[in-house]
C-alpha cells in the first residue's frame, strides 16, 4: 500500500515537471472585468489595492479613457464616465504612501492617483515628468521589496529604474526560453523576441520565479529567476485565452490578466 502511494506521489512530481526539470502549471480563468464603455483599442494594466480590497483597470492610449474600479468579485464600482486623468502603461500600488501609481505613454512621465473616500480616483499628481523608460510603450512593473521599477527592453532583457528617483540603474539579462539546463546552447534573445508581448513584464513576487514574461506564440507566461535570468516555471494558458503581441498583460493579487480586445474584458487566470 505504501509502496502504491509513493509511486503515485512521483508521478504526480514527474508530470509537473518538464524534461529540463522547470516547473510547470495550466492556468485556470479565475475572474473578469469588463470595461465598462467604448474608447481605446488596446489596455494598460490592472492593480489591486490590498487596503481598498479593490481592483483598477486602466485603458490606454488617452488620459480620456476609461479607467473602471471593481470589487473582488468583478463589479464595476466606480461611474462609466471616470477617466485614466494620465495615458497609463504601467499601473501599482505603493505600499510605502498606500497609493496607486503608474507610468506613462512614452514622456508622459510618472504620476500618482489621489483616491477619495470610496476608493475612487478623483485627480492625478505628477512624480516625474519626461521619459523615464526604455521605450515609449514600455509598461512599468514595480517592486516594492527593493523600490524599483522594470520594464523589458528591446533586447529581451530587464531594465531596472529606481522608484524614488525614475533613474536607470542596470540591466537584468534574461535568457529567453531558456532553463540553467540549457546554458550550453549559446540561443541569443533576437531568436526567441518575436515570440513575446514586446511592451510589458510582470513582477511576481515569487522566489525564484520573480519576473513574467507572455510568449504568445506558445500560450503560455513564463517566470524567469531574477537572479540567474533563467527560466523556471512556464504556465500554460487556455486555448482560448486573449493573447497580444503587446500591452493588454498584467499580474495583481496573484492573477495573471489578459485583455480581450473584442470583447473588451479583463481575464484573469490563476
Not at 3 to 18: E, M, N
Not at 76 to 93: E, H, I, M, N, P
Not at 142 to 167: A, H, M, Q, R
Not at 243 to 248: G, I, K, S, T
Amino acid at each position: 500500500m505504501r509502496k502504491t502511494f509513493l509511486l503515485a506521489i512521483s508521478a504526480v512530481l514527474f508530470i509537473s515537471l518538464s524534461t529540463s526539470g522547470q516547473e510547470t502549471k495550466e492556468l485556470k480563468k479565475v475572474l473578469e472585468l469588463k470595461i465598462p464603455r467604448a474608447g481605446g483599442a488596446h489596455a494598460a494594466n490592472v492593480a489591486w489595492h490590498p487596503v481598498q480590497k479593490k481592483y483598477y483597470a486602466a485603458m490606454a492610449g488617452n488620459k480620456d479613457f476609461c479607467l473602471g474600479v471593481f470589487n473582488t468579485s468583478g463589479k464595476l464600482l466606480s461611474d462609466t464616465a471616470l477617466k485614466t486623468q494620465f495615458d497609463v502603461r504601467g499601473l501599482w500600488y505603493n505600499p510605502a504612501n498606500g497609493n496607486l501609481q503608474m507610468n506613462g505613454y512614452n514622456d508622459s512621465g510618472w504620476g500618482e492617483y489621489k483616491l477619495n473616500s470610496k476608493g475612487i480616483p478623483t485627480e492625478v499628481k505628477i512624480l516625474f515628468s519626461k521619459l523615464h523608460q526604455p521605450d515609449e510603450q514600455s509598461v512599468g512593473a514595480f517592486n516594492p521589496k527593493e523600490k524599483v521599477i522594470y520594464f523589458v527592453n528591446d533586447e529581451g532583457n530587464i531594465s531596472k529604474y529606481d522608484l524614488t528617483t525614475s533613474k536607470y540603474i542596470d540591466d537584468i539579462e534574461l535568457h529567453l526560453a531558456q532553463t540553467e539546463e540549457d546554458e550550453d546552447l549559446l540561443a541569443d534573445n533576437y531568436d526567441y523576441l518575436e515570440n513575446y508581448n514586446s511592451t510589458t513584464v510582470v513582477y511576481t513576487g515569487l522566489a525564484g520565479a520573480e519576473l513574467g514574461l507572455l510568449n504568445y506564440s506558445d500560450l503560455t507566461i513564463e517566470l524567469y529567476n531574477i537572479k540567474t535570468g533563467y527560466k523556471t516555471r512556464t504556465l500554460s494558458l487556455p486555448d482560448d485565452a486573449p493573447v497580444n503581441d503587446f500591452l493588454n498583460f498584467a499580474f495583481s493579487n496573484g492573477i495573471y490578466w489578459l485583455f480581450d480586445t473584442e470583447e473588451r474584458i479583463w481575464m484573469g487566470y490563476k
